[in-house]
Each structure stands twice: as C-alpha cells, then as structure tokens.
C-alpha cells in the first residue's frame, strides 16, 4: 500500500517537474501549432473582418482589412458618418468627418501601432518573434478567473507587455500593455474569448479591451480570406 502511494506520488510530483521545466521556446511552439499550421496561415494573403464595436451604449459597425506584408484599412460607421484610417507599409491616413473636415490627416505612430495589433489577433503577438526583435520572458504561472495560465514578459524597443496563455490550448487568455494616446502612456487590458477556427486557423471572435475605466468590446462577425484587393485600397482616402 505505501509502495502505491509512494509510486502516485513520485508519477504526481515528475509530471509536475516536467510542466514547469518547459521553456519559452516550448510555449511559442504550442500557440503557433494551437494557432494554425504554417500551410495555412502561408495561403492567406490577405483578410477582411467585419463586426461590430460597443462603447459607452453605442454599438458601431467596422470592417478591417489587412494585406501581407504590412497594408491595413479600417472603416467605422459613427453616427451615419464614415471613418477611414489606412496605412500602406510607409504613411498612414485618416478622414474623421466627426472632426468636421473630409481632408485626409496624417495618422499618428500611436494609432498606425493599434491597426497592427489587429494583426497580432489573427496571426499571433508571438508569431516570428525573433525577426521581429521580440523578447519574451516566462515569469511563472497565474490564474486568470478560473484559467490556469503562463505569464509571459514581452519586450521590444518601442514597448513592454505581459501576456496570459492558457496552459491547456496555448492560445492568448489576456494581454495587457502599455500604449501612448496623444501623448499620454494609458494601460490597456486585452481578453481574447470564443475562440473558433476558420480555414484551419484559430481567432478570438469576441474581444474586451478596458482602458481608463472604459470597456469596449469587439465582435467579428465574419472573417474572409484572399478577397480581390487591389493595394490602392490602402492608399489615400
């Protein structure tokens, strides 16, 4: 009887040992495989998402569109008006009729970042993270409501974030970072829910953003690949 319990044990504490010897390497791994194979995130060139934006009882309609290897646009009806933002790899636009002016504005470094991590939704914060001169530190484990996750420290030149990984799907539970608004540093909390898989890769459909005491929440209702796109869509509005 205590050679059994003696055996559990030892099986209980070597899993557990192997749980926690498992490296930052191991973790990028796991979330890129959970993610979608390199087959097919390498045959989308391109991706449109439409849904809609709630904040402060409004409910506002979006559609984004992204193209490799760098060009975004992104629409939002407001109040019967239309906003465009674009950026083509080299300057970014935007017309906000709410401002009272249909003349295209440069965009900021702050807002041309915010487009891009729309990317990091659909392909990964940690996708190619060495080209890209991500650092990424694991600094434990934490439980997120209920979710047993990774804590992850992720650092570039320009910025620090900390993200969540669930320890059992390996996809992103949470990230929460730091980001500059006209010229004020705001902290932004990022959760990532219902996750589904499209073309055999997997993204959030649901995403929840708190910053200043504000919750937006983001739902894409509809997700398509390698539309007709012409790269004069991310030109001047």
Not at 26 to 31: E, L, P
Not at 119 to 144: A, H, S, W
Not at 204 to 218: F, N, Q, S, V, Y
């Amino acid at each position: 009887m205590l050679k059994k319990i003696f055996m559990a044990l030892f099986i209980a504490s070597f899993i557990t040992c192997l749980a926690q010897a498992q490296t930052v390497e191991d973790i990028v791994n796991n979330m890129n495989k959970n993610k979608g194979s390199a087959e097919a995130f390498a045959k989308v060139q391109n991706w449109k998402i439409s849904g809609t934006t709630s904040m402060m009882g409004q409910n506002i309609a979006f559609v984004q569109y992204m193209k490799k290897p760098n060009m975004m646009r992104a629409e939002h009806e407001v109040m019967g008006q239309k906003m465009i933002q674009t950026y083509d790899g080299k300057e970014g636009l935007m017309i906000n009729p709410m401002t009272g002016s249909s003349e295209p504005q440069p965009l900021d470094s702050a807002s041309i970042e915010q487009m891009r991590r729309m990317n990091d939704i659909f392909e990964g914060p940690t996708n190619n993270y060495k080209q890209r001169g991500l650092k990424i530190e694991l600094l434990g484990k934490e439980d997120v409501k209920g979710t047993n996750c990774f804590k992850l420290k992720l650092t570039n030149n320009q910025s620090e974030s900390t993200m969540w990984v669930n320890t059992t799907t390996y996809l992103p539970v949470k990230i929460k970072s730091t980001v500059n608004q006209m010229g004020q540093n705001m902290e932004v909390e990022t959760g990532f829910y219902d996750y589904k898989n499209f073309d055999g890769i997997t993204i959030p459909t649901k995403i929840i953003m708190l910053a200043m005491g504000m919750e937006i929440t983001m739902l894409f209702e509809k997700i398509e690949f390698n539309l007709s796109m012409d790269d004069s869509l991310f030109k001047k509005p």
